[in-house]
């Protein structure tokens, strides 16, 4: 079946503008994780839904960063006044139990210049 | 003290060698327990989930320990494509928390 997919692949913008990355997760996941790599680096967690409620966001860097869940399906993570501290890879997880573990998305490299 | 804690190697082998990676959890209330595999510029891809009473996929071998709160993998015959970064992951309450990593290379 169809995997979790993220749009666009890659985005290059400049310092300052706003950007909005999308997550199609696995058809039927109702958990949805969003984190960040920067190069050479671990995960870092950012965001996490249940359905449309995000019980923890305790990952986001800053007021800057948002994300929202429509639909119990989709999910949008939206960077406002990007920096070039923002530049990573974004990758988007779903999970249908947490003993199933949890299943990415390709990912979405971001270049803030 | 960090959730997960690996040793980052890199761990380098010859083909056909036998190499095994650990990771201790510092939570006792942790639910469940995976490995993961990452390659150079990819995403993690789910390589096992891991049990008390061990599991085993083919040339793989993963162990959980919970009174020590560890966790081990083992990989036999190593081919040139287990060259990548191996992330011991746990979940508790529905979030998961990722190690930072052990590198493994594998030399013909």
């Known amino acids: 079946g169809a995997g979790v997919s993220q749009s666009p692949s890659n985005k290059v913008t400049e310092k300052g503008k706003d950007v909005e990355l999308r997550c199609d997760p696995i058809s039927g996941h109702t958990a949805l994780y969003w984190y960040r790599q920067s190069l050479g680096q671990g995960l870092e967690f950012l965001i996490y839904?249940?359905?449309?409620?995000?019980?923890?966001k305790s990952g986001l860097p800053s007021d800057r960063f948002s994300a929202e869940r429509t639909g119990g399906s989709v999910s949008t993570l939206t960077i406002q006044r990007t920096q070039q501290e923002d530049s990573a890879v974004y990758l988007c997880?779903?999970?249908?139990?947490?003993?199933?573990?949890?299943?990415f998305g390709p990912g979405t490299r971001l270049l803030v210049l | 003290r960090k959730e997960v804690e690996q040793d980052p190697g890199p761990f380098n082998v010859p083909e056909g060698a036998t190499v095994a990676f650990n990771c201790t959890y510092s939570?006792?209330?942790?639910?469940?327990f995976f490995w993961y595999r990452q390659d150079c510029r990819k995403e993690p891809k789910l390589l096992m989930s891991?049990?008390?009473s061990g599991n085993e996929d083919g040339r793989f071998t993963a162990q959980l320990n919970r009174a020590s709160q560890y966790i081990s993998l083992l990989i036999r015959d190593s081919k040139l494509s287990d060259s990548a970064t191996y992330l011991c992951v746990v979940n508790r309450i529905n979030k998961f928390y990722f190690g930072s990593g052990t590198k493994l290379n594998v030399k013909p």
């Open positions: 997880a779903s999970s249908s139990t947490p003993l199933d573990g949890q299943y």
């Open positions: 891991v049990y008390s």
């Open positions: 939570n006792s209330a942790s639910q469940s």
């Open positions: 839904f249940q359905g449309n409620s995000a019980p923890d």
